[in-house]
């Protein structure tokens, strides 16, 4: 069964960190470039960073660029985004997806 499934969300206050990972299977894995998308209640999605197969280049939304980094272990199937640095308007659901494939999603709620 192809899935992507992410985990990690929760409620921080302005300024914390979280990690947020991605569980993929039933497709090879390390053949595809794996992107972090979020959506916030009065956005359309928006895609946020991305890793290409071999881990070693990655892209980020201006925004965001300095504060995550996405990682990828290929012996594992994971694809992680780390967050510090997080501001309200970093409040969304996070997906993680090849393009083609989604998971179903992680709050990621920042409010003092």
């Known amino acids: 069964q192809v899935q992507l499934v992410e985990s990690g969300g929760g409620l921080v206050q302005p300024g914390a960190s979280l990690r947020l990972s991605c569980e993929a299977s039933g497709f090879t894995f390390s053949n595809y470039a794996m992107s972090w998308y979020r959506q916030g209640l009065k956005n359309e999605r928006e895609w946020v960073a991305r890793v290409w197969p071999s881990g070693d280049t990655s892209d980020y939304l201006a925004s965001v660029k300095g504060r995550f980094t996405i990682s990828r272990d290929n012996d594992k199937n994971m694809v992680y985004l780390q967050m510090d640095v997080l501001k309200p308007e970093d409040t969304a659901v996070y997906y993680c997806?090849?393009?083609?494939?989604w998971g179903q999603g992680t709050q990621v709620t920042v409010s003092s």
């Open positions: 997806s090849t393009g083609v494939i």
